[in-house]
């Protein structure tokens, strides 16, 4: 595939011929996935009743230093397929009851979903989830228009010097910015639910609050609403987990508290945002971080 030879698909355009070495995600040319299955524990609207059918692929381009899923961002874990392995995952999942195929750090193996979603479009009658850091490139998801539902970004950084200090992408804030603003047009600017409330197309965006980077949180927050309104929905999560590895950055060493959730729970309510979730208490923990053993994928 000529676009993993000088690969530029994620705004790190590190320019790797992926066919002789590793790019700065971890993947070379080979599709790798580590998991897929039906995960219960996604936004409502994704999971519903049965599940959302989800795909985690190897490697990620940001690589954040708190990464709950570390062992497969970093490549350490997976297990090489084909678009038609890739193919037939999807309609197994949809066999089980997945309300959709959701598609985790998929970004530099695009090219291989795109021909996986082709060589099953016919059977294929569930919405597509773009599961993603938000550190995406404008160019590439161009590519996606008319594979992908719905869009699932994650907005971590308004802060620039919080994005090079634990992602290493101090231009994080304006690319995430626009890549969010491709994905609503793409999808138009509307959300859709069928009759059981499971979206059928829209953008859910996702930011995680981190311990005593409150402004960061509220900054966002605050660009996202003035920006798209409730045209988009927010999911304000608190399931930070600080690992082991994390204590090289002792800020970050420890768990978000209640009082600052609330704080930033109360800001969104008091910008007048309606289309948003939440998380209750107690889903911090690490049973919420899977077991990536090759389940559905081998």
Not at 182 to 200: A, S, V, W
Request: with cysteine.
């Amino acid at each position: 595939m000529k676009y993993y030879k000088s690969c530029v698909l994620c705004p790190r355009k590190c320019g790797v011929n992926r066919y002789e070495k590793a790019g700065f995600c971890g993947e070379g040319a080979t599709l790798r996935a580590a998991k897929a299955y039906l995960h219960k524990w996604e936004e409502p609207c994704l999971s519903g009743t049965n599940g959302s059918g989800t795909v985690f692929f190897s490697g990620c381009n940001l690589k954040c230093v708190y990464c709950q899923n570390s062992t497969i961002a970093a490549g350490d874990t997976g297990f090489e397929i084909d678009e038609l392995r890739l193919a037939r995952i999807f309609s197994e999942l949809q066999d089980k009851g997945a309300h959709n195929i959701n598609l985790v750090t998929p970004t530099h193996f695009i090219r291989h979903i795109i021909k996986a979603i082709d060589l099953c479009r016919g059977r294929l009658n569930i919405p597509v989830v773009y599961n993603c850091g938000g550190y995406e490139s404008v160019d590439t998801l161009k590519l996606l228009d008319g594979y992908i539902d719905v869009y699932l970004p994650d907005f971590k950084y308004m802060d620039k010097t919080l994005a090079k200090k634990y992602s290493n992408a101090p231009d994080y804030p304006e690319v995430c910015m626009a890549a969010i603003d491709e994905m609503t047009k793409q999808t138009m600017r509307r959300n859709l639910f069928d009759e059981n409330g499971i979206m059928k197309r829209g953008v859910i965006v996702r930011h995680l609050v981190l311990p005593g980077y409150l402004d960061n949180s509220k900054r966002i927050i605050k660009h996202l609403y003035s920006t798209y309104g409730d045209d988009i929905y927010l999911s304000i999560m608190n399931q930070y987990t600080p690992l082991p590895e994390i204590r090289a950055y002792p800020e970050l060493d420890r768990r978000v508290t209640e009082a600052e959730y609330d704080e930033i729970i109360d800001y969104a309510l008091s910008l007048g945002i309606e289309n948003a979730f939440i998380q209750e208490g107690g889903t911090v923990s690490e049973s919420f971080i899977p077991v990536f053993d090759g389940e559905g994928i081998v």
